[in-house]
């Protein structure tokens, strides 16, 4: 994402961004968001401001950064052993998700971030972990369950006054699922 | 929207709204928006400071306001004589606007407003002025519309590496037009 070129994974460079995320979310569970800083992530991370404003050039770019390592899942996509049903649990997953106050604020935050498409990879690696499993069964493709069900998803929490209901959902799950 | 409940429309209020979303509009063009500060605005709009303050509270509110009030269309949607051609144009017209520098802006602004549900309730109301044209071909709901077109719009304006091509806004259209 924002880690430069050249840099090795897991040397000093990794180990610092490992402690300046562990300090932001440390922060964002104790403080106000508008009033963590740069000098107080500095300060907790044991790094300098500069080494942050270098690295992420502001703020903004961090806490994007952040919420895109968050966005990263820990494990595959439930596995149920059908499709509709793999589609269902993870899209209820991530109707949950983005509807909480840490789902919105990571949506906030990624809209600023210098990668926004890099929201959508990670998605798409996980539906396509899901259709990889059914490949006789002829199933939608990605950019489709992405148009299909993420995009409601967010766009209803994003700009409307109420978020989808599962029963929409799973009727787009059967649009989607419709050849 | 933000405007207080018992203030009259047209009269000493009403100027106000229009005299300070004038200067917003007026300065947005010739500044970098984060240069633009509420004294500014104030000072081009011959108000106060604090009038700014109380009747909206922050810069953020504000912004979304005007963005918010540049939404409402002029006018009807296009009338094509047909129910599809209705929705291409809709949708090409709203796909343009939403790529754009302003609509990019303003899909930033209406997220801080206290009230993005305005957003659907004016998309709501231009696609059922649609769909009321076509009582006896069994439209689609205006909820189906809005998941299947405004949402996968936005979605890959604000998330993706690249906004939706023409022809896959005409295959939603198309997916939205079955039964």
């Excluded at 040397?11 to 569970?29: D, I, K, M, N, T």
């Excluded at 259709?131 to 209803?156: C, H, K």
Aim: hydrophobic share 40%; net charge negative; glycine share 6%.
């Amino acid at each position: 994402m924002v880690i430069k070129e050249g840099l090795r994974p897991g040397g000093r460079s990794a180990r610092v961004q490992e402690s300046v995320h562990s300090a932001v979310r440390e922060l964002l569970e104790t403080h106000e968001r508008t009033s963590v800083t740069v000098p107080m992530i500095a300060a907790r991370a044991g790094v300098t401001p500069s080494t942050i404003y270098r690295r992420w050039g502001d703020l903004s770019v961090l806490l994007a950064d952040v919420a895109l390592a968050r966005m990263r899942p820990d494990s595959e996509p439930a596995n149920t052993g059908s499709l509709r049903g793999d589609l269902q649990a993870w899209a209820e997953q991530y109707l949950d998700e983005m509807s909480s106050a840490p789902g919105r604020n990571m949506m906030r935050d990624v809209q600023c971030s210098v990668t926004p498409g890099y929201c959508v990879s990670i998605l798409s690696g996980q539906l396509q972990a899901i259709v990889d499993r059914y490949p006789d069964q002829a199933p939608p493709s990605v950019d489709r369950l992405i148009n299909l069900l993420a995009a409601p998803t967010v766009f209803r929490i994003l700009f409307s006054s109420a978020p989808l209901e599962v029963e929409q959902l799973h009727e787009l799950i059967e649009l989607a699922l419709k050849s």
